[in-house]
């Protein structure tokens, strides 16, 4: 099982980025994606998950309202997008993969594949 994170780069504030999660390996059509970050020196979080068919969703507060995660089952893509940015969205994205749920998780130990981590800078 591999998932291949991409999309990260250097945005000013204000602006926006698209990450994009490519897995591979299995068939993840039928369990809960999500992505979380994670800032050096700090825990990593939960940002944003979405169930298997991509009908609920959960966000941390903080990106409520300017994040929007899908997914193509088709594809075995999940995606991240992410406006309105701000110099606090600063951190390495991981996408994620869950064990066997199938419903939106924010807890780190129900997912069990990572992705590689995609950095995101943004500046003020």
């Known amino acids: 099982v591999q998932l291949q994170a991409s999309g990260g780069g250097l945005e000013q504030a204000g602006g926006s980025l698209r990450l994009s999660c490519a897995a591979s390996?299995?068939?993840?059509?039928?369990?809960?994606m999500g992505w979380f970050r994670q800032v050096p020196g700090k825990e990593r979080e939960f940002v944003a998950g979405?169930?298997?068919?991509?009908?609920?969703?959960s966000y941390t507060e903080s990106v409520r309202g300017r994040f929007t995660i899908s997914r193509d089952n088709a594809k075995n893509m999940v995606y991240l997008q992410m406006n309105s940015l701000k110099p606090e969205d600063t951190a390495v994205y991981y996408c994620?993969?869950?064990?066997?749920?199938?419903?939106?998780?924010?807890?780190?130990?129900?997912?069990?594949?990572w992705g590689q981590g995609t950095l995101v800078t943004v500046s003020s």
């Open positions: 994620a993969v869950a064990r066997t749920l199938r419903s939106v998780s924010y807890r780190q130990n129900d997912y069990a594949f």
């Open positions: 979405i169930s298997w068919s991509g009908g609920r969703t």
């Open positions: 390996g299995r068939t993840f059509s039928s369990i809960a």
